[in-house]
């Protein structure tokens, strides 16, 4: 079992132990003893998260520091009497306080508490790269970083702690540097956040909860890990005004990270390294062991000094993950998707209505191969669905065809993903894959390799969470992660993702245009698809083409043919958590501006200052007189000339939203 965040186990150093090779010490109880439930205590506040180890003759208790500064943004490293700490800050103003890092070993070593500095590198880099699809069409990398090289003094392991400045923010990793292996049983990274910080916190699908970081719900069951435990990505607004997001990037042989309140610190949120998927299916790992050298995941901090600079910074994330491992990516095209019923008919004219509307897809979801829980073999279609004629009439229209997959059908996925290569199968949806151990971390890119082998395109859903790998493996194009947009999820909610769950990476949504269920407008739903950043766009959904039979009785038609998945140029021109949103994206010299409002009226007035020179012909698509509810407000469509000097006064009804399609006259 791996050790409580107690305190540290004293123990004399064994010449030539390898890193993390057990000791003979007691075995502690495991972490998800210690936050089971409502009885977080005082164990983890003695784990030493804040309190500085003893002074050394060999530093004098003196501190040493070292910053990383890039665009108004620092990280700074310290170390007081061997003790490790981080901090953050954005133009003068705290994003994170003196903060504990650390990694605890197998064995009950804690590699932070007790270290003295044996090197040091610095360097600043700025580069420029190309993405196959993206919120732009080139990211600029620029930062300034700062290492130091360690050595633990009980037992002389050698180890590393790297942080990087960006204009955007700033990022941490661990890098264990002798070689052999090492077991890693805790994480001890903190996030002490400035008085007066919320947080948005949310697990698995549940709906956000604004909340200071010391009171995190208690959340889990008796097969999960169970505490005030949250997922990433994890969104603060700070008393001062900025706003931050915690997300992870490159996790690879690693937990996933969630986020856990610290008993007796209002303020501090600490690591918490999964230890059972997220659903609790497969056996618990309660520590991970990897070859070294090895480099662990990236905590990134995305800041922004308002809500909108926070959404137009995502891409740090993406800086941060390996680059793209593919020689060829010609093949990956990312698009429009709608869900065809389970039928050959249904799938041929979900061909038809995919060419009608402007889409790339159509998918085969749950059931074309069976019953999902109890068909594990995904090489059969029922007999309703003739899939090579389906396949066939669907290459010849130029439409991919998607399918879906169950995991519990991938046991061998590479003979499954050739097989759907040869039918000429375009892309796959893996269902109910449930991150979390380093074990589901490991197939996860396994999957999205072997995916990529056979030219296919894949989308991962349910509880899967981004990790910044879209850029390495640029076939795997979506993930959900959320609570999704099928759900019928408040105006609240839906204006707080673009400043939470999508800061992340891509996020498949689902949009659900003119549904009784909706609690929001239809120009609300309609914004969505230029407001998230969704290179796979699942449009339509619930909806059979019959429905659009006769496309007057449907505004907003014209605006889902037209609309990209992947951009040129994106601009967040206004935002709130919570509250509002507005975001424009250009594709070729077209703009789109989506802006979406929560279940308050509201009008923003947008200046369009991100316009070229000459005129433009704005066509938009508005709440019109609000309805009895929501999804009754009709979709008004009038036209306008504007200017790059002309400010757009887009007004919204409760819950409601607003499109706009910015054409050169």
């Known amino acids: ?214 009171a995190i719900p208690v959340t889990g069951t008796s097969t999960t890990d169970n505490g005030p435990l949250t997922d990433l990505p994890l969104t603060a607004t700070l008393g001062d005004g900025l706003i931050a997001c915690v997300c992870e990037s490159a996790r690879v042989d690693y937990p996933r990270l969630m986020l ?146 169950n995991r519990l059908a991938l046991t061998d996925a590479d003979s499954l993903f050739g097989l759907y290569k040869s039918w000429g199968v375009r892309g796959i949806k893996l269902g109910f894959i449930n991150d979390g151990t380093q074990s589901m971390t490991n197939q996860i890119v396994d999957w999205a390799k072997t995916a990529a082998k056979y030219e296919l395109l894949i989308d991962m859903h349910d509880d899967v969470r981004p990790f910044g790998y879209e850029r390495t493996y640029p076939n795997w194009i979506s993930l959900e992660g959320v609570r999704g947009n099928e759900q019928f999820p408040t105006a609240t909610h839906n204006v707080t993702l673009p400043f939470a769950r999508n800061i992340g990476g891509p996020m498949d949504y689902t949009i659900c245009y003119g549904q009784s269920r909706d609690k929001t407008t239809n120009a609300h739903q309609m914004a969505m698809a230029a407001v998230y950043y969704q290179p796979l766009n699942f449009l339509f959904w619930y909806d059979k083409p019959s429905k659009y039979g006769n496309p007057a009785a449907w505004p907003g038609l014209p605006w889902f043919n037209a609309v990209p998945v992947t951009w040129d140029e994106s601009r967040t021109l206004a935002g709130s958590i919570g509250e509002y949103i507005a975001v424009a994206r250009r594709s070729g010299s077209d703009w789109y501006l989506g802006a979406m409002t929560n279940e308050s009226s509201r009008t923003l007035s947008l200046p369009l200052s991100f316009l070229g020179s000459g005129t433009y012909t704005a066509t938009v698509y508005a709440d019109g007189t609000p309805g009895a509810k929501p999804y009754q407000t009709p979709v008004v469509v009038g036209t306008r000339t504007v200017t790059a000097a002309d400010t757009l006064d887009v007004a919204m009804a409760p819950a409601g939203g607003q499109a706009v399609v910015l054409t050169p006259s």
């Open 1 to 214: 079992m791996s050790p409580t965040r107690g305190s540290r186990q004293q123990e004399e150093p064994t010449p030539g132990r390898a890193v993390g090779q057990p000791a003979p010490a007691p075995a502690p109880a495991s972490r998800r003893t210690v936050l089971k439930g409502a009885a977080v205590t005082a164990g983890l506040a003695a784990a030493g998260l804040t309190a500085a180890g003893p002074a050394h003759a060999g530093d004098g208790g003196r501190a040493e520091s070292v910053t990383a500064r890039m665009g108004g943004t620092s990280v700074t490293l310290s170390l007081l009497g061997g003790a490790l700490r981080w901090s953050a800050r954005r133009g003068g103003r705290t994003v994170l306080d003196d903060s504990a890092l650390g990694l605890r070993l197998g064995d009950g070593t804690v590699l932070g508490d007790d270290v003295r500095v044996t090197g040091r590198r610095y360097r600043t880099r700025r580069t420029t790269w190309t993405p196959v699809y993206g919120r732009n069409a080139t990211v600029t990398d620029h930062y300034q970083e700062q290492r130091w090289d360690l050595r633990d003094r009980a037992t002389g392991i050698r180890f590393g702690v790297q942080v990087r400045a960006y204009r955007t923010g700033v990022a941490l990793r661990y890098l264990l540097l002798d070689e052999g292996t090492a077991t890693i049983a805790d994480e001890l990274t903190s996030f002490a956040f400035p008085d007066g910080t919320t947080v948005y916190s949310a697990r698995d699908e549940n709906a956000y909860e604004p909340v200071a970081p010391g």
């Open 260 to 405: 856990s309140s610290v008993p007796g610190e209002p303020n501090t949120l600490a690591a918490f390294l999964m230890e059972h998927t997220a659903r609790g299916t497969g056996p618990a790992e309660t520590t991970s062991t990897v070859a070294t050298p090895f480099a662990t995941p990236w905590r990134a901090v995305v800041v922004g000094a308002t809500h909108a600079e926070l959404v137009d910074n995502a891409e740090l994330v993406l800086n941060l993950a390996p680059p793209n491992a593919l020689s060829d990516t010609s093949w990956i095209r990312p698009g429009k998707v709608f869900r065809c019923e389970l039928s050959t008919a249904a799938g041929l004219q979900g061909v038809d209505f995919a060419v009608a509307r402007g889409l790339e897809y159509i998918e085969y979801d749950a059931g074309w191969y069976g019953p999902e829980f109890t068909t594990p073999d995904a090489t059969k279609p029922i007999p309703a669905i003739d899939l090579p004629s389906v396949i066939s009439y669907a290459t010849s229209k130029g439409i991919g065809v998607f399918l879906y997959v």
